[in-house]
């Protein structure tokens, strides 16, 4: 991008990230800050992630479309970064229609996508129902369309402009497929053989939708428009700076939102990375923090703890300052959105990691190695807790007094400015900071 253009723009781009290791609420923040927006793009992952927004008393769950549809007039996008599964699209699109949501004319899928097929779904749990070392995975095949897409082989939306080429494309990632399972003993293919022609059944209302997303963007932005780039799962699931291996298979980090709406980073001015005021983690993989067992369950069921796509249970576990802070610098945090704060109102103490024990001695910096990671003591913070309801406070100084000494404290181990605080699951239960 050119100087001249650069100092053209008048518009404001936000990147709303997960701080943690997913789950932290990012639709419902992405939900109150589309009321300011124009436009929001997702920019990587796929239907592995669910987003769910509470809009009074119907609760949505978004899988691909971008939470910002529950808003009228607001551009939809799915950048170059996403993994699209056209089927699981268009049933999540004819769902919010049915439901009463405008998605005609709103929605708009990055030409340069990749196609997420069923025989990726098929591969992904092969795969890990005979892995001696399971990841995790929600089966939906985003490891195998993300290997298809580095390896050069993989189908975009642009493919199917030519139905001949498309076909073949997938025909040869059938047969492909094929091969791999018998050698894993799989002979069964079971619906993924009608993917050829479901896929091109799709073929004309998908690229009726196909746009170019960056650019897009940038006219949003030189317009002087206010433009939002969603994420999915969060920073220690990071392909490159997450608890390797037991990590998604995109860049979560801000850093991949440039790359999967197609934009320069130099477009970006703030970071919002989201956190709960406790942490949670679903699927394999090492959790510091972690409740024992009693208090695992308690704080599971008051924040409802379940995976919105999977319905896995959440392990549960205090504040860990020193992922937050890690996640603060390889995200260029501008500030933090920190959600449920109310799940925690009865509990008579509440602790914040700021620190591990390792056989090396003490250390602030979170580990590269994922084993080293998995035999961390914590070193904790006790603050008391605050054992008064949080849920109606609209302004900071209406919540409790040791409920804001305790988000002072998160805050200063975090590194990183407070913006948002949520006290329940409506849109109407968010207070803003500064």
């Not at 920019?43 to 769950?61: K, L, M, P, R």
């Not at 900071?396 to 409920?403: G, Q, V």
């Amino acid at each position: 991008m050119s100087p001249f253009v650069r100092a053209q723009v008048s518009g404001r781009c936000t990147v709303v990230v997960g701080g943690q290791w997913g789950d932290e609420g990012k639709g419902k923040i992405v939900d109150v800050l589309t009321a300011e927006a124009d436009v929001v793009a997702r920019y990587q992952g796929g239907a592995n992630a669910g987003h769910t927004v509470q809009v009074g008393d119907e609760t949505f769950i978004f899988h691909l479309i971008p939470s910002g549809i529950l808003h009228p007039g607001k551009r939809c996008l799915l950048g170059n970064g996403v993994v699209l599964d056209p089927v699981q699209f268009f049933k999540e699109y004819e769902a919010a229609e049915a439901r009463g949501v405008s998605v005609e004319g709103r929605v708009g899928v990055s030409r340069r996508a990749h196609l997420l097929l069923p025989y990726h779904k098929l591969l992904d749990r092969a795969r890990e129902g005979i892995s001696a070392r399971k990841i995790g995975t929600t089966g939906r095949g985003i490891g195998p369309a993300y290997e298809d897409k580095v390896a050069r082989r993989g189908i975009r939306v642009v493919d199917l402009k030519d139905p001949e080429r498309a076909r073949s494309l997938l025909v040869e990632g059938l047969e492909r497929t094929r091969a791999k399972l018998r050698e894993l003993g799989v002979e069964d293919l079971g619906d993924a053989e009608s993917c050829v022609e479901e896929t091109l059944a799709l073929a004309g209302r998908l690229l009726a939708l196909a746009t170019d997303v960056g650019s897009e963007i940038q006219q949003a932005l030189l317009a002087g428009k206010k433009v939002l780039l969603e994420g999915a799962q969060g920073t220690a699931l990071d392909i490159d700076h997450g608890t390797y291996p037991y990590v998604t298979s995109s860049n979560t980090t801000a850093g991949g939102a440039a790359c999967g709406a197609g934009i320069g980073p130099t477009w970006i001015h703030e970071v919002l990375g989201v956190v709960k005021a406790y942490i949670t983690r679903v699927g394999e993989g090492p959790l510091p923090t972690a409740f024992p067992p009693e208090l695992d369950q308690k704080v599971r069921d008051l924040g409802s703890e379940y995976g919105a796509t999977t319905g896995r249970p959440r392990r549960c576990g205090w504040y860990d300052g020193v992922l937050a802070r890690y996640s603060s610098r390889v995200n260029g945090l501008t500030g933090l959105a920190v959600t449920k704060l109310d799940v925690l109102d009865t509990l008579p103490e509440v602790r914040i990691a700021v620190a591990y024990r390792t056989p090396e001695g003490e250390t602030r910096e979170f580990p590269a190695d994922t084993t080293v990671l998995g035999q961390v003591e914590p070193v904790y913070e006790t603050l008391p807790g605050w054992q008064e309801p949080t849920v109606g406070a609209t302004r900071l100084e209406d919540l409790p007094a040791k409920a804001r000494a305790y988000l002072d404290r998160l805050e200063e181990v975090s590194e990183t400015p407070i913006r948002m605080i949520s006290v329940g699951t409506r849109r109407d239960q968010i207070i803003r900071v500064g």
